[in-house]
Nanobody, 124 residues
């Protein structure tokens, strides 16, 4: 079955950077649109970014545009989220997700598979 495993989270000072990774296994990775979502304490999970199967199309939430970059390596079955200029409000559990739809998928309900999440904490 499809499995998604996030890694790369941690504790970072405001203004710093982190790179999250998501390892995909179980079927053909290149057929999926991939997304990143996050859930801050006491808040609902929200959309961060999505990347099409080829990597040619991306879309970002306004809150992260210009600071975060999604990428993927279909040969390695990996998707990445480079996060720069981090702010305390970026603190959340970050999830990767896979969708059969595309090329741009924003709604959580349109994603078919989810990882367990990785914690990102940004301190000032």
């Amino acid at each position: 079955q499809v499995r998604l495993v996030e890694s790369g989270g941690g504790l970072v000072q405001s203004g710093g950077a982190l790179r999250l990774s998501c390892a995909f296994s179980g079927t053909t990775f290149a057929q999926f649109t991939m997304g990143w979502f996050r859930q801050a304490p006491g808040k609902e999970r929200e959309f961060v970014t999505t990347i099409s199967w080829s990597g040619a199309n991306t879309y970002y939430a306004d809150s992260v545009k210009g600071r975060f970059t999604a990428s993927r390596d279909n040969a390695e079955n990996m998707v990445y989220l480079q996060m720069n200029s981090l702010k305390p409000e970026d603190t959340a559990v970050y999830y990767c997700a896979a969708s059969f739809r595309g090329p741009i998928v924003i709604r959580q309900t349109d994603y078919d598979f989810w990882g367990q999440g990785t914690q990102v904490t940004v301190f000032s």
